[in-house]
Nanobody, 123 residues
Framework: QVQLVESGGGLVQPDGSLRLSCAAS????????IGWFRQAPGKEREGVSC????????YYDNSVKGRFTISRDNAKNTIYLQMNSLKPEDTAVYYC????????????????WGQGTQVTVSS
């Protein structure tokens, strides 16, 4: 079965940290560009970070630059999003998506899309 499964979300206080995981089954993540997206209540989905398929180039939205880090573990067929210095405005459902092209496109253009994991930043 081909799927992406996110995990690692939860409730954290401001300035805290979480590490999200995106595990693939049925295909090899190394063959795809992987993006992290998020959607907060009442807001549109937005791109958070992306790691390209071939050259390891990474992208971060300005809102998370310097706080979030995307990484791959090919042996585990898993992508991670390390989130530090979390803010209340980071509260959202976080999704990962796989793209067969070299970089990340819009979520609707993804080949595979996970079910999401909730991140809540609150004191």
């Amino acid at each position: 079965q081909v799927q992406l499964v996110e995990s690692g979300g939860g409730l954290v206080q401001p300035d805290g940290s979480l590490r999200l995981s995106c595990a693939a089954s049925g295909f090899t993540l190394d063959d795809y560009a992987i993006g992290w997206f998020r959607q907060a209540p009442g807001k549109e989905r937005e791109g958070v970070s992306c790691t390209s398929k071939t050259d390891g180039v990474t992208y971060y939205d300005n809102s998370v630059k310097g706080r979030f880090t995307i990484s791959r573990d090919n042996a585990k067929n898993t992508i991670y999003l390390q989130m530090n210095s979390l803010k209340p405005e980071d509260t959202a459902v976080y999704y990962c998506a796989a793209f067969s092209v070299s970089g990340c496109l819009t979520p609707d253009e993804s080949d595979y899309w996970g079910q999401g994991t909730q991140v809540t930043v609150s004191s």
